[in-house]
Nanobody, 129 residues
Framework: VQLQASGGGLVQPGGSLRLSCAASGFTLDDYAIGWFRQAPGKEREGVSCISSSDGSTYYADSVKGRFTISRDNAKNTLYLQMNSLKPEDTAVYYC???????????????????????WGKGTLVTVSS
């Protein structure tokens, strides 16, 4: 059972990246899922999440209108399309999944590390000119 995140890299301000998170050993559609990030010297924060109860999505205010979360059930993969990237988006990005059938998407993004069942290893996104 694992989550494998990929797609990070170095991008200039204003650029775009798409992160992927491939799940194996379990079905993503059965779980609340999301993307989290941790910048140097800061706590991990929820960026965008999907509720398993109704499929609703949540975006942190800092990324609203720029990032889009999506899921491909056929590929058992979660995505995060990131546009108009800013230097403050620089962080290690993690995907996570948790068995929380009644949680809202905000609940999912507000959870701490121990509240999710599976975490990917993270992929580094650096936004710099």
């Amino acid at each position: 059972v694992q989550l494998q995140a990929s797609g990070g890299g170095l991008v200039q301000p204003g650029g775009s990246l798409r992160l992927s998170c491939a799940a194996s050993g379990f079905t993503l559609d059965d779980y609340a899922i999301g993307w989290f990030r941790q910048a140097p010297g800061k706590e991990r924060e929820g960026v965008s999440c999907i509720s398993s109860s109704d499929g609703s999505t949540y975006y942190a205010d800092s990324v609203k209108g720029r990032f889009t979360i999506s899921r491909d059930n056929a590929k058992n993969t979660l995505y995060l399309q990131m546009n108009s990237l800013k230097p403050e988006d620089t962080a290690v990005y993690y995907c996570a999944a948790g068995a929380h059938p009644t949680w809202s998407s905000l609940d999912v993004c507000s959870v701490n590390y121990y509240g999710m069942d599976y975490w990917g290893k993270g992929t580094l996104v650096t936004v710099s000119s």
